[in-house]
C-alpha cells in the first residue's frame, strides 16, 4: 500500500465537501464498486496517523471519500505513480473521525458503485476496563475459562479481541456487581485456537465506534497437546537445607521451551512463563522450596504446551532435631526373612518418611494417629531379598507441613545374608518344573507338525462282489449253489464237464424240488 498521500485535516476535509447530489449519482453508477480499507488498520488509537485507501478496478478521473451521517463528500488524493486508487490521510485521529466510511470514483461522466462500508473505530477515548480469568489462564485441552470484562459505565457495550483476528465468543451474561457492570465471556471446549492473547473494551451505547482504552491484556495458554515430560531431581528429592538442587524436564526432542511449577493444587498457575533450557536450578534451597513440582514443554511463540509431567515431591531436610532408627530383630537378616526398621522421635511428630541410599523412589511415608511420647513407627520389610540391602536413613515431619523435615537419623546398614536350603530347594525344584514344561510342550508342537506333514496314501479301490460260487469253483467244490443265494434261472457249472442237456435239465428240476 505504498504511494505518497496528502495529509488533510478534518476542518479541511469538510471544506473540500461536495454536495449531496453528486454522491447519490455514486451510489447509483453502474461502473464497478472499488475497494476500500484503512492502513495500518480499522481500529486505531486516538491520536495516532490514518491513511484511507480506495482502489478501482479501472483507470478513474476522481475519487470521492463519504462518510455516513455526513452530508457531503470529499475528492481522494490520487498518487502520480497511479490512477486506479487514492487516498486520504489523518495526520492525527480524534473521535470525530470515528464511523463508516464509503469510496466511488467517477470516470468521464459514468460513477461507480460505492464501495462497502469501512467502519473506523478510535480507541482510547475512555478509561480501560478491568480483565481477569476464572479459574485460570492456564487451561487443559477440553476445557473450560471464563473471562471477566468490568467497568462502571451504567450503559454500553463490551468488546473482546483476540491478537491475529480470530473469532471471538459473544458475552455470556451481564451483571451489576460492587457497583461495576461485569460481562463474561465463556470459552471452551478449549482447543489449540483459543491459545494467545485477549483484550476487551468498552463502549457507550450513543457511540458505538468510541473505545476505551484496551484492558490488560490476558494470555490464554492450552496445555495437554503434546505427551507429558518426565521430571526427575539432582542428586534426588531430599536436600539439605541450604544445598542445591536441579530439576530435569526429560521431553521428546524438538522442544525449545520448558516451564516448571509448584503446588499447582493450592495455587492453579495463571501463566507457564518458559526457559529455553530443561534444567532448573534451585538453590541454596529453603523452606520455600519444599513442595510438589511439575513441568511442561512447548514451542517458541506458541500458546500451546504438553500435559503436565508426573509430579515430583522435593523435601527440605534439616528443619528439625533428628529422630533414631534401629532394626528388629537387628541390621542382619536372612534372605526371605522379616526386618522392621523402627523410627523413633522424643519430640511430637505425626509423620515419618524411611528414605535406602542411592534409591531413586520417593521415601516411604507412615502417619502417626497416636499422640503419645515418645512417637514411632515401623516400616515393615517382608521378604527380605538381597534388593533390600544398603543403608537407611529416617525422618521425621508435620502433616501441615509435609515438605519440611527433620535432621536425617543416623544411618543404618542392613546385611542380608544368603537364602537358607530350602530356598535353593524350592528354586530347583521351581526351575525343574519350567524346564519338563518346556520339553512338554516341544514335544507336543513337534507330534502336532508330524501329523499335518503326512501325506495320505493311495486309496484301493473297492474288490468286486464276489458270489459263493465263484469261490467253490475255483476250489474245485461240487457244481451246486445254495438256491437262499441263486436265482432259478442262474447256476453254478465247471468249464471242464461235458454235460449234456439232459443232465443239465435234472440238475435244475432237482434244485427246484
Known amino acids: 500500500m505504498g504511494g505518497s498521500a496528502g495529509t488533510l485535516t478534518p476542518t479541511a476535509l469538510l471544506y473540500l465537501g461536495l454536495c449531496q447530489g453528486l454522491w447519490d449519482q455514486a451510489r447509483t453508477g453502474t461502473l464497478p464498486k472499488p475497494s476500500i480499507w484503512a492502513d495500518p488498520g480499522p481500529m486505531v488509537t486516538k491520536g495516532s496517523p490514518l491513511t ?11 475519487y470521492y ?13 490520487t498518487p502520480q505513480d497511479s490512477s486506479n486508487r487514492a487516498s486520504v490521510s489523518f495526520a492525527s485521529i480524534s473521535s470525530h473521525n470515528s464511523g463508516k466510511y464509503q469510496c466511488a470514483y467517477q470516470r468521464g461522466k459514468s460513477w461507480s458503485q460505492g464501495s462497502d462500508l469501512l467502519t473506523l473505530v478510535v480507541t482510547g477515548v475512555y478509561d480501560a476496563p478491568s480483565f481477569s480469568a476464572n479459574p485460570t489462564l492456564v487451561v487443559a485441552s477440553g476445557g473450560n475459562v471464563s473471562l471477566s470484562c468490568s467497568s462502571p459505565w451504567p450503559r454500553g457495550s463490551f468488546h473482546l479481541l483476540k491478537e491475529g483476528g480470530a473469532d471471538v465468543p459473544q458475552y455470556l451474561e451481564l451483571t451489576f456487581r460492587r457497583k461495576r457492570y461485569q460481562a463474561v465471556f465463556l470459552v471452551g471446549p478449549v482447543n489449540t485456537s483459543h491459545g494467545g492473547t485477549y483484550r476487551c473494551y468498552i463502549s457507550p451505547e450513543s457511540y458505538p465506534y468510541l473505545w476505551s482504552q484496551p484492558s490488560n491484556p490476558l494470555h490464554l495458554q492450552v496445555t495437554g497437546v503434546y505427551r507429558e515430560p518426565s521430571l526427575s531431581a539432582q542428586p534426588g528429592p531430599l536436600v539439605q537445607s541450604g544445598d542445591s538442587l536441579s530439576l530435569l524436564c526429560r521431553s521428546e526432542t524438538g522442544f525449545d521451551r520448558f516451564a516448571l511449577t509448584k503446588d499447582e493444587e493450592l495455587r492453579a498457575p495463571q501463566c507457564l512463563d518458559g526457559q529455553p533450557s530443561p534444567n532448573f536450578t534451585l538453590g541454596p534451597v529453603s523452606r520455600s522450596h519444599g513442595g510438589r513440582y511439575r513441568c511442561y514443554c512447548g514451542h517458541k511463540l506458541s500458546s500451546t504446551w504438553s500435559a503436565p509431567s508426573a509430579p515430583l515431591d522435593v523435601l527440605i531436610t534439616g528443619m528439625y532435631e533428628k529422630p533414631t532408627l534401629s532394626a528388629q530383630p537387628g541390621p542382619s537378616v536372612s534372605w526371605g526373612e522379616n526386618v522392621t526398621l523402627q523410627c523413633r522421635s522424643e519430640v511430637w511428630f505425626d509423620s515419618f518418611h524411611l528414605s535406602k541410599e542411592g534409591s531413586l523412589a520417593p521415601p516411604q511415608v507412615l502417619h502417626l ?38 535432621q536425617p537419623s543416623d544411618p543404618l546398614e542392613l546385611l542380608v545374608s544368603g537364602p537358607h536350603w530350602y530356598l535353593y530347594v524350592l528354586i530347583g525344584v ?20 508330524r501329523g499335518r506333514g503326512r501325506k495320505p496314501g493311495p486309496v484301493r479301490p473297492p474288490l468286486p462282489r464276489r458270489s459263493p460260487c465263484g469261490i467253490l469253483a475255483r476250489e474245485g467244490a461240487t457244481l451246486f449253489c445254495p438256491h437262499q443265494m441263486l436265482s432259478w434261472k442262474t447256476h453254478c457249472l465247471r468249464k471242464t464237464d461235458s454235460w449234456t442237456a439232459s443232465s443239465r435239465l435234472r440238475d435244475l428240476k432237482t434244485l427246484k424240488m
Open 369 to 406: 494417629q497416636d499422640t503419645a511420647i515418645p512417637n514411632q513407627v515401623k516400616f515393615t520389610l517382608s521378604p527380605v531379598t538381597s534388593d533390600h540391602e544398603g543403608t537407611y536413613r529416617c525422618y521425621s515431619s508435620h502433616s501441615n507441613s509435609p515438605y519440611l523435615l527433620s
Open 430 to 449: 521351581s526351575v525343574a518344573f519350567v524346564l519338563l514344561l518346556g520339553l512338554l510342550g516341544l514335544l507336543l508342537v513337534r507330534h502336532r507338525r
Open 65 to 77: 471519500l463519504y462518510k455516513e451521517s455526513v452530508h457531503g463528500s470529499w475528492p481522494m488524493k
Open 52 to 62: 484511507i485507501w480506495c482502489q478501482a478496478s479501472l483507470q478513474a478521473d476522481v
